[in-house]
């Protein structure tokens, strides 16, 4: 398969909502979901379609396929604060292991910032605590007169020559007044609001900009480039379209092979697992059970919203079960250790139904699961294929998105970014 690159730039506001079971008000997301891209696309490509779809045609290979297009996630990507506009390209979510003080949390823009206390991760502190027999329970490291809390921190992020710099995007209530459907005319007493996402940072004229990714086979990378590339202004995410919401810019870059690097990446995680087992051996002397030599430790950290589900019930924990399945590997030595996750509800609009989709119960975005193998060498393919392919439900809408060893856990206490 092959990687498009998508910049999306909002010209209007977006009404990207999510329901939640029992409400009446329709929240707005903070990025653009997968599958309000994929549906825009699809929309788009039947409305310029000149005969039907059929099966074995190209429309049919990108959306219902056996090997469908997955299309990810579009996360903003514009620096805050930043004077002029500066787009990272590559946008990460933050683990839930990442911690932060509560008075000054967020990234330090400069080593002594006064603003900010820096964020850290404690998925390696928390494992060799375990190991040791001892309670974990961190402060600040920068307060350490005052032994300021810390909370965990959430959200999105990117690194640029060893800075780390936090991603959002504000929204704000449009209110609209309803039209009476005989008269064609606003409809007294009728009021009601959406909620969107600001086109625009800090209420200046720089508009924020998403960056996402579609993962294509490579016969098709070409062709759909290029129609993304010819309709860029045409497409409209999100509702409210007819009221001169949705209006986006997207700008697809040329499909690319895709280059794993899980191999590296696991490398340096157990490099720095084992030195940490061993700074923490120096401190509290020999531990309940020593770190195995041959075993090989890795994480899934998620990076989308997955829907997963195990012996048709739904969980919030990837199993070592569930982990051979999606992977189509048997390993009787793989270990789950450790499990940090949350779950919420997410639903939407189905265009092509006219439909409500079903509530589905959610793993959040950024959980984290960490395992261990005796089988170095059996799962370095597999885990490169599951990088792109995702885990669990409907992972060609942007469900399920995972990254193997994300490198913000290499980013200690003592060493708060």
Not at 32 to 61: W, Y
Request: glycine letters at 6%.
């Amino acid at each position: 398969m092959k990687r498009i690159n998508l910049e999306i730039k909002a010209l209007s506001p977006l009404a990207i909502g999510r329901q939640k079971p029992g409400g009446s008000v329709s929240e707005a997301e903070t990025y653009i979901p997968g599958s309000v891209i994929r549906g825009a696309v699809a929309a788009h490509i039947l409305k310029q379609a000149n005969t039907s779809i059929s099966d074995g045609d190209n429309f049919h290979e990108l959306f219902l396929g056996e090997s469908p297009a997955i299309f990810q996630n579009a996360y903003p990507a514009t620096i805050q604060g930043d004077k002029s506009t500066r787009v990272q390209p590559e946008v990460k979510v933050l683990p839930a292991t990442a911690l932060s003080s509560k008075t000054k949390s967020g990234f330090k823009s400069k080593p002594n910032d006064p603003k900010h206390n820096g964020v850290f991760d404690t998925l390696i502190d928390r494992f060799c605590a375990e190991g040791y027999g001892q309670l974990y329970d961190p402060n600040c490291p920068t307060e350490r007169r005052y032994g300021d809390r810390v909370d965990n921190f959430t959200g999105f992020y990117s690194q640029l020559n060893g800075k780390y710099y936090s991603h959002s995007v504000t929204s704000r209530l449009l209110t609209r007044s309803g039209i009476n459907r005989r008269r064609a005319t606003s409809e007294e007493r009728v009021l009601y609001s959406i909620e969107v996402l600001n086109e625009s940072q800090d209420n200046r004229q720089k508009s924020i900009i998403y960056t996402g990714a579609i993962f294509v086979a490579d016969e098709l990378a070409e062709s759909l480039q290029e129609f993304i590339k010819n309709h860029k202004e045409d497409l409209r995410l999100g509702g409210a379209t007819s009221r001169g919401l949705g209006r986006v810019k997207i700008t697809p870059k040329l499909p690319v092979e895709l280059k794993p690097k899980v191999t590296h990446q696991i490398k340096q995680f157990n490099d720095k697992l084992r030195q940490r087992w061993r700074e923490w051996k120096n401190i509290f002397g020999n531990p309940i059970k020593d770190l195995p030599e041959n075993r090989n430790y890795f994480t899934l950290d998620l990076q989308a919203d997955a829907i997963l589900i195990e012996n048709w019930r739904r969980t919030t924990v990837i199993s070592p079960e569930m982990l051979q399945q999606f992977t189509a590997i048997s390993d009787s030595s793989l270990q789950l250790h450790a499990a940090y996750s949350s779950y919420d509800y997410r639903s939407g609009w189905n265009s092509a139904w006219g439909l409500m989709k079903d509530m589905e119960l959610i793993t959040n975005k950024g959980s984290v699961y960490l395992f261990s193998t005796a089988e170095k060498d059996l799962w370095s393919k597999a885990l490169e294929d599951l990088e792109v392919k995702g885990v669990g439900d409907r992972t060609c809408e942007g469900f399920g998105q995972v990254q193997i060893c994300n490198d913000f856990h290499l980013v200690l206490r003592e060493e708060a970014v």
